[in-house]
């Protein structure tokens, strides 16, 4: 008998759950930054708000969650799902479970050596002209890549079906926190050899401004898209697959590290109950049983997905005004850009 009861999703068109979050110690946290903009804080109806983690950043902490760094290959629960390694001097560089647009990484589909873009290319044949087959796309999706049909991709290339191939996140998160209030502090960088010395250069004390957060209340949103996930029209099993594969994400996150930054190390309220708003009742299960369903789902799926190894050796340029900026701020002419606090 299965471990995970999947049926209450099947009356539902998404899965909703909220997890109520706090800081591991104390009260302040700091939340992400954006470019010229700094923390993003907003009005409602119920007062200031503030995204402490944004949709994007949340999905690269979800596919985390699947990635061993030691070994640089999915964790052993996940062994057998497809993915895209990239390989530079037969040492490795990357993967499509790592790369910001999955699938459409540079480093897969701009190289010289053209084996894989043409591959993928002849998979997708037939879908340069009218309208898009979706469970094609699907199948050659879940063959390379299954992360892209939970974390969506586009496929922006011309010569794929003219850059029309996009598939929007079936699982989405972010973190919001309510009535939020500014905890301002500060400090110095202190020099003692040199207090005076030349700050440009790095040398002399330095003060500084810090601004963190503390709030009413901290909220971790997920929204799984079922209806999505059924509309690939890939069969029982992959979509069962899909299901757990997104539940076990999010089980694993909220279960394991919320460190997001350095001053924003979070847990969840009640991490024994975590149930969803939509289906009304349904508990997240345990890590445990989520691992042992997963196993089984991709040993029924395993002959739809392989793993893929591409060799990347085309030089790796710097983009010359960046290259400029970098020399500004290495002279201490310009600031540093704002908001770089996601370490």
């Known amino acids: 008998m299965p471990k995970v009861n999947l049926t209450p999703l099947k009356s539902v068109s998404r899965m909703l759950l909220t997890v109520p979050l706090k800081p591991l110690q104390g009260d302040r946290f700091q939340p992400t930054g954006f470019p010229s903009l700094g923390a993003a804080t907003y009005q409602t109806k119920d007062g200031p708000k503030l995204l402490v983690e944004s949709t994007q950043s949340m999905a690269n902490r979800l596919e985390a969650t699947c990635w061993d760094t030691a070994k640089n290959e999915p964790v ?3 062994k057998g799902i497809s993915h895209v390694t990239v390989t530079r001097q037969e040492k490795f560089l990357t993967d499509s479970m790592l790369e910001a647009h ?10 010289k050596d053209k084996t894989f873009f043409n591959e993928i290319k002849r998979e997708l044949g037939g879908l340069a002209e009218g309208p898009i087959d979706r469970k094609k796309l699907a199948e050659v999706l879940l063959k390379y890549d299954v992360g892209s049909l939970i974390h969506g991709v586009f496929l922006a290339k011309k010569d794929l079906a003219g850059g029309r191939l996009r598939v929007a996140r079936a699982l989405s998160a972010f973190i919001e926190a309510s009535g939020v209030a500014v905890a301002a502090s500060g400090g110095v960088k202190n020099d003692p050899v040199n207090p005076s010395g030349d700050t440009k250069s790095g040398f002399g004390n330095v003060p ?8 009413e209340r901290m909220d971790c949103h997920f929204n799984l898209d079922l209806a999505q996930i059924r509309g690939y029209g890939l069969g029982e099993d992959v979509e069962k697959l899909l299901i757990l594969l997104a539940l076990y994400k999010i089980r694993k996150l909220l279960d394991g590290d919320l460190r ?6 979070l847990e969840p309220v009640a991490p024994d109950h975590l149930v969803a708003t939509r289906p009304e009742g349904f508990q997240l299960p345990p890590l445990a049983d989520l691992e042992s369903e997963v196993k089984t789902a991709i040993e029924k799926c395993k002959n739809l997905m392989k793993t893929t190894i591409v060799s990347f050796e085309d030089e790796i340029k710097k983009d010359k005004d960046k290259k400029q900026d970098q020399e500004a701020d290495d002279s201490g002419d310009d600031e540093a850009s ?3 606090n996601d370490e």
């Open 260 to 265: 997001l930054r350095t001053a924003c190390d």
């Open 338 to 340: 704002e908001g770089a």
């Open 76 to 78: 052993d629960t996940l």
């Open 102 to 111: 999955r699938l459409n990484s540079p480093y897969l589909l701009e190289g």
């Open 208 to 215: 500084f401004a810090r601004d963190e957060y503390v709030a």
